[in-house]
Each structure stands twice: as structure tokens, then as C-alpha cells.
């Protein structure tokens, strides 16, 4: 079955409005005859907006990087579904590593957060992935298992089609030491397992996301791997020559 190919990019903490506008508006020149796969970025809260308004009539959607999981109230310095979608997001990122690591998300708070963004009516990159202690210690899929259990059990077989999962092994994220084909394609196929329990034809559709390290040199090969359908991409989406390099590259 053909899915049709998602790369997304990751700005993480970088970009001024200043320097969010000129990146999008680049990447946007450069990849504006893309007709063939599916395109997002995750600009900085503080620069949603006016990358949005730089993307409007365009063949690029916008992402968040992280929701909190209530709508509004006393909740001092968080972001919520609503004001997402009014910002002009149709995706969400949920579950980032660096957010699992730094920001304290746990299985628990990642699932609240899944119900949160379907119910804004985002569309969820949910990120999962093992560290190198944990591979090493072969727990990769053990982990796996609680990482997408914890976001995928509670939502309706209807909203369950609607998520894209993205492994980001935690080891290749901004190191530079990618994942090898097969080592991606191993947990991609025990994820796509994972979701067939769920739902067998959901699992056929879902796309599933590399992430760690993608480069314009290895996306080809990550990509013709049978259950890699795009990439998440952080430090080469930075650059609009990279990022287009990886959208243009992944035919081989
Ligand atoms: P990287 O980041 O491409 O810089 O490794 C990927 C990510 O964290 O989404």
C-alpha cells in the first residue's frame, strides 16, 4: 500500500519573526512545485503566526510543537489546542523527546495531550523513542510499546486514523549518528504491528516518520524502507536549501 509521504520540519528554539519569516518564505520558493508529498514546519510559538500568515494559499501546513492538554484557564505560560488552530496549525507535535527529557512529559501527560489536540481538531505527530541506554540494554521495543500504548490507547478508532507516529531514536537526535535503514525499518514495522492490533486497516494507512539526523544524504534510503512514510526533521530544516535538499532528495 502507497502512504503518501509526510516530511516535516522541527525548528525547535531558533527563529526570531525575523529570521522564522525569511526561513519559510525560502522554503517555500524552493519547494513550491511539490505536489507529491505532504509538508509541515513547527516554527517557535512566538513565530506561529506570522509563519502562518506566510503560508497562507500554500502547499506547506503549519505544526506547534507541544500543546498543554486544557483549553484555558489558570495555567500560567502554557499553550492550548484552540489557540493553536486559531494561530493557523493544523498539526501538532506531541511527546518530543527533548520534551520527555527536559520538560518532564511522561506517559501519562502525553496521552492527556493526545485527547487535547484531536479535540481542538489538530492533527498529531506523536514522538516516540528509545535512548541509547535503553537500547542498549535492549529495551528498544519494550519502550516503544509504553511510549505508543500510553498515546494511542484512549482515542476512538476514528481519530486513531487521523494520527501520524513518528520514532525518533533519542541516541540520533541533533547528534549526527543516524539510525541505519534497517535499524529504522525494525521499529517501524513493530510499530505498524502494534496499531494493526488496534485497528488492521488504520495500521495500513497510518504514516509513520524517522526522525533523528535526517540529512538530503541518507533521506533517500531511510525513506524507501517499506514502513517509512517522511521524516521529522530538526537541525537540516533549519536551512531552506537543506530541508528542500531532503524533500527533493527522497526519491533517491
Ligand atoms: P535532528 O532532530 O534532525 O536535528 O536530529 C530531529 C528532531 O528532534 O525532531
Known amino acids: 500500500m502507497k502512504r503518501?509521504?509526510?516530511?516535516?520540519?522541527?525548528?525547535?528554539?531558533?527563529?526570531?519573526?525575523?529570521?522564522?519569516?525569511?526561513?519559510v518564505r525560502e522554503t517555500r520558493r524552493l519547494l513550491a512545485q511539490v505536489r507529491d508529498c505532504d509538508l509541515v514546519v513547527a516554527?517557535?510559538?512566538?513565530?506561529l503566526h506570522a509563519v502562518a500568515h506566510q503560508l497562507e494559499d500554500s502547499n506547506i501546513e503549519v505544526a506547534g510543537q507541544d500543546l498543554y492538554w486544557e483549553d484555558k484557564g489558570a495555567f500560567t505560560g502554557a499553550v492550548s489546542g484552540p489557540l493553536l488552530?486559531?494561530?493557523?496549525?493544523?498539526?501538532?507535535?506531541?511527546?518530543?523527546?527533548?520534551?520527555?527529557?527536559?520538560?518532564?512529559?511522561?506517559?501519562?501527560?502525553?496521552?492527556?495531550?493526545m485527547k487535547a489536540a484531536l479535540r481542538a481538531g489538530l492533527l498529531p505527530i506523536f514522538c516516540?523513542?528509545?535512548?541509547?541506554?535503553?537500547?542498549?540494554?535492549?529495551?528498544?521495543?519494550?519502550?516503544?510499546?509504553?511510549?505508543?500504548?500510553?498515546?494511542?490507547?484512549?482515542?476512538?478508532?476514528?481519530?486513531?486514523?487521523?494520527?501520524?507516529?513518528?520514532y525518533e531514536p533519542v541516541w540520533a537526535i541533533?547528534?549526527?549518528?543516524?539510525?541505519?535503514?534497517?535499524?529504522?525499518?525494525?521499529?517501524?514495522?513493530?510499530?505498524r504491528e502494534r496499531v494493526r492490533s488496534k485497528d488492521s486497516g488504520i495500521a495500513q494507512t497510518m504514516r509513520l516518520l524517522y526522525g533523528g539526523s535526517v540529512k538530503a544524504d541518507n533521506a533517500a534510503e531511510l525513506l524507501h524502507q517499506a514502513d517509512i512514510d517522511g521524516a521529522l526533521v530538526g537541525g537540516a530544516s533549519l536551512k531552506a536549501?537543506?530541508?528542500?535538499?531532503?524533500v527533493k532528495g527522497r526519491q533517491g
Open 128 to 166: 516516540v523513542g528509545e535512548t541509547l541506554g535503553e537500547r542498549q540494554a535492549n529495551k528498544t521495543l519494550d519502550v516503544i510499546a509504553a511510549q505508543l500504548d500510553a498515546g494511542l490507547n484512549s482515542v476512538s478508532k476514528e481519530d486513531l486514523a487521523k494520527v501520524v507516529v513518528a
Open 174 to 191: 541533533g547528534t549526527g549518528v543516524v539510525a541505519t535503514p534497517a535499524q529504522a525499518q525494525e521499529v517501524h514495522a513493530y510499530i
Open 43 to 47: 516554527p517557535p510559538y512566538t513565530a
Open 85 to 113: 488552530k486559531e494561530l493557523g496549525c493544523k498539526w501538532v507535535l506531541i511527546g518530543h523527546s527533548e520534551r520527555r527529557q527536559l520538560f518532564g512529559e511522561t506517559l501519562e501527560s502525553s496521552a492527556l495531550r
Open 4 to 23: 503518501r509521504q509526510l516530511i516535516a520540519g522541527n525548528w525547535k528554539l531558533n527563529g526570531t519573526i525575523k529570521e522564522a519569516t525569511e526561513l
Open 241 to 246: 536549501d537543506s530541508f528542500a535538499g531532503i
